[in-house]
């Protein structure tokens, strides 16, 4: 008898003190949500998990699943997604830009614009101009016209689509490029698994897949929801555009970019929501070591849409933390206009807790006393290190969260963000930083 009651008493006493050590190290309520998160069954990325009953769905477009889910759309339409591609004809409000200075041999004018794409950052025109099927019959397409209007510096500038990837697989005329290959996957509703424009922008079935089954028969016809399985999956769905990608016709060695010449697609094409993206998407390669026009030669994106390509390097991304943990999917909030602050961070992290930071104090991680100008965790975790244009200030923040060293602006030339804020030369910063005792091998 006592010689039972000792150990379970031992026991009793550890399973109290982890019990209590883990409540201190996490704000409960939250630790449970995220513990469900982080432990679902990783489901591997080459499994379909698009309910059978979307199969031979259509889409039907956000008006559909406004009738049922107003709260959902009211929300979801106030945000930036749907207003991508906007109507030009419908309302010419939606051209942001000063088309008194458009330059003189611009290759469009006002009246003849059919859709806009983008306002915040950029603007870019679509006019139409059809293609021709294979049986000679006219197809609806767009081109891009010429010049973009710059919303951050509010100046007409060249635009040249082909300077992306697919330089050597389309002419460098714009009017050339249809916009079909090269971009209306990313910003149209239905483009990208259909091949047709069924709604401008953003919307409902871009991330929950066709729902006609389900708008008929919402018991029985159920639709995709990202996060209820594996979170590395649940992404995809955001994925799906946020990330930088190639033909994934290129993944096979003999097909080069010329080979593709007149066809290459930028976008996963045939993709819809649970479908595995990974057989649809080839991320578009980076060389360690080297920069070229979207990446630093340590692997961070310089330009915008690469939160993908940089998130997926994070250890948050390995551990299952997802792009919902700090963007409402319908909102899309938590940007430079809407920004949740430091607090967003806290919801997990806590001074001197296990995935850090390990310090026990702010003070003691950031070695900044609290104050209006001193920087918090986005400034020193997300620096703005990419551009919208050539043209642009630099206003896009990283997704890698990892802190990027001084030294790494020294090696390439990747804006860090201490040098943000000091206006100091980029050895006076690591020489700080080396004084504070970062080691050297963690600097990349
Ligand atoms: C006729 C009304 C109706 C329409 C139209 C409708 N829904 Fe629903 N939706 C429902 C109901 C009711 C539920 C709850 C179903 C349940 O609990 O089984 C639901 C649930 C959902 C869910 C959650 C599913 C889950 O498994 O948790 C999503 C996502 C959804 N709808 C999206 C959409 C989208 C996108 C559209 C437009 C394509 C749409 N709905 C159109 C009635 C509708
Ligand atoms: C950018 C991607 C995206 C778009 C666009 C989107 N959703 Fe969702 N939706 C999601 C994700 C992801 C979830 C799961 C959210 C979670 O688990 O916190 C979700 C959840 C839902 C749910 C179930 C949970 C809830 O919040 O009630 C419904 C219903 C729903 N969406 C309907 C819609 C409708 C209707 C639209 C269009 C007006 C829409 N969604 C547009 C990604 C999206
Ligand atoms: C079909 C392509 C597509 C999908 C899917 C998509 N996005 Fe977007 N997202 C865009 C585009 C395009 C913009 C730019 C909108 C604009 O400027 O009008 C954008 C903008 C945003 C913004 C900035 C919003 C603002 O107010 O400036 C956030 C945040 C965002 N997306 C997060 C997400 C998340 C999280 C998901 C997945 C749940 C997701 N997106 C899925 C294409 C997409
Ligand atoms: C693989 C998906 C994808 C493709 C292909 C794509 N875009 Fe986008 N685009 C996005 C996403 C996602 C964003 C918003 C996120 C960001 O900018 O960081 C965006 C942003 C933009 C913006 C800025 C929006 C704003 O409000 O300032 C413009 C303009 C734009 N794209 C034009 C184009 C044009 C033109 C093409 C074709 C030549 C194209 N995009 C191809 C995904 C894509
Ligand atoms: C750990 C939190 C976190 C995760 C995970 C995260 N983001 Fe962000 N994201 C942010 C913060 C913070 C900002 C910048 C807000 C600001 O400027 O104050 C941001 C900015 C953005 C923007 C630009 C908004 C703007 O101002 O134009 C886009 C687009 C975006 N995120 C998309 C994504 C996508 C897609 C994913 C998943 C691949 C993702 N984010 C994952 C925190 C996160
Ligand atoms: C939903 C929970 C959650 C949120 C919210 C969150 N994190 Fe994390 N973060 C984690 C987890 C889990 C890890 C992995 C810890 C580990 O394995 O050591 C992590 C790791 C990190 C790391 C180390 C990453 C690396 O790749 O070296 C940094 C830096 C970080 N987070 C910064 C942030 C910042 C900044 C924010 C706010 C914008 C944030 N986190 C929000 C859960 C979260
Ligand atoms: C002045 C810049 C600065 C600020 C502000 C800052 N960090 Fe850090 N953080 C760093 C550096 C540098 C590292 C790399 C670790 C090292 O070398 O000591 C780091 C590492 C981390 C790590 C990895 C674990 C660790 O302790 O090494 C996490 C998690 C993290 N920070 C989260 C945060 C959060 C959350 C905030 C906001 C409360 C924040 N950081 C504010 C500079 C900063
Ligand atoms: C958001 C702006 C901001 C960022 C980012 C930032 N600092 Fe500071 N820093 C300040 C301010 C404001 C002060 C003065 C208040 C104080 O001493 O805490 C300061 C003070 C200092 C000082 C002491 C005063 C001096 O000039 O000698 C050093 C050293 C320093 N920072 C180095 C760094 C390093 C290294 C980083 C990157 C890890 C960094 N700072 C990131 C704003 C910033």
């Known amino acids: 008898m006592k010689n039972k009651t000792v ?3 031992v026991i009793g006493f550890v399973v109290v003190m982890a019990l209590g050590a883990l409540v201190a190290a996490f704000p409960l309520k939250s630790a449970v949500k995220f513990y469900r998160q982080v ?3 990783r489901i591997r990325s080459a499994v379909d998990v698009q309910p059978s009953s979307q199969t031979n769905a259509v889409y039907v477009g956000s008006k559909v699943c406004a009738s049922c889910h107003a709260d959902i759309y009211e929300v979801q ?6 207003k991508m591609i906007q109507d030009a004809k419908a ?4 051209m942001v830009a000063d088309f008194a200075s458009l330059p003189a041999d611009a290759s469009f004018a006002k009246d003849e614009v059919v859709y806009t794409i983008g306002s915040k950052f950029k603007q870019r025109y679509m006019l139409r101009k059809d293609t021709k099927a294979a049986d000679g019959s006219a197809v609806e397409n767009y081109v891009i016209g010429n010049y973009e209007w710059n919303t951050e510096t509010q100046v007409w500038q060249p635009y040249k689509a082909y300077k992306d990837w697919y330089h050597d697989a389309w002419p460098e005329d714009n009017a050339q490029i249809p916009t079909s290959h090269t971009c209306d996957g990313c910003h149209f509703t239905g483009f990208n698994s259909r091949y047709t424009r069924v709604e401008p922008g953003v919307n409902c079935e871009n ?4 729902g006609s089954a389900h708008a008929a028969d919402p018991k029985e016809g159920s639709i995709y929801v990202a996060t209820q399985q594996d979170p590395q999956r649940a992404m995809e769905v955001c994925l799906q555009c946020h990330m930088r990608n190639v033909d994934k016709r290129l993944e096979n060695p003999k097909v080069t970019v010329k080979d593709l010449y007149g066809d290459a697609r930028d976008g996963p094409y045939g993709y819809e929501p649970g479908m595995p993206l990974s057989k649809y998407k080839l991320q578009e390669p980076f060389k360690p070591g080297e920069s070229d026009s979207k990446f630093y030669g340590n692997g961070v994106g310089k330009k915008n849409r690469m939160q993908g390509n940089d998130y997926v390097q994070s250890t948050m991304y390995k551990h299952g933390i997802t792009c919902m943990n700090c963007h409402d999917p319908h909102a899309v909030d938590n940007t430079a206009v809407n920004p949740r602050g430091a607090q967003q961070c806290m919801v997990c992290h806590k001074f001197g807790s296990p995935i850090g930071p390990h310090q026990y104090s702010a003070v003691a991680h950031s070695r ?3 104050g ?5 965790c986005i400034d020193c975790h997300m620096p703005k290190v990419g551009q919208h244009t050539g043209k642009s ?3 896009v923040r990283t997704h890698v969260f990892r802190f990027i060293y001084p030294q790494e602006s020294i090696d390439y030339g990747i804006p860090n963000a201490c040098n943000a804020c000091h206006d100091k030369s980029l050895e006076w910063t690591q020489q700080k930083m080396d004084e504070w005792g970062m080691t050297t091998w963690e600097r990349h």
Do not use: Q
Request: net charge negative.
């Open 207 to 210: 991330c929950h897949g066709p």
């Open 393 to 395: 200030p630099y206003t």
């Open 77 to 82: 339409h106030h945000s930036m997604h749907p």
């Open 7 to 9: 150990p379970i008493l």
């Open 39 to 41: 432990t679902m069954e």
């Open 372 to 376: 209006p100008r001193s920087p918090d």
């Open 91 to 94: 309302d010419p409000a939606v």
């Open 368 to 370: 900044h006393e609290p």
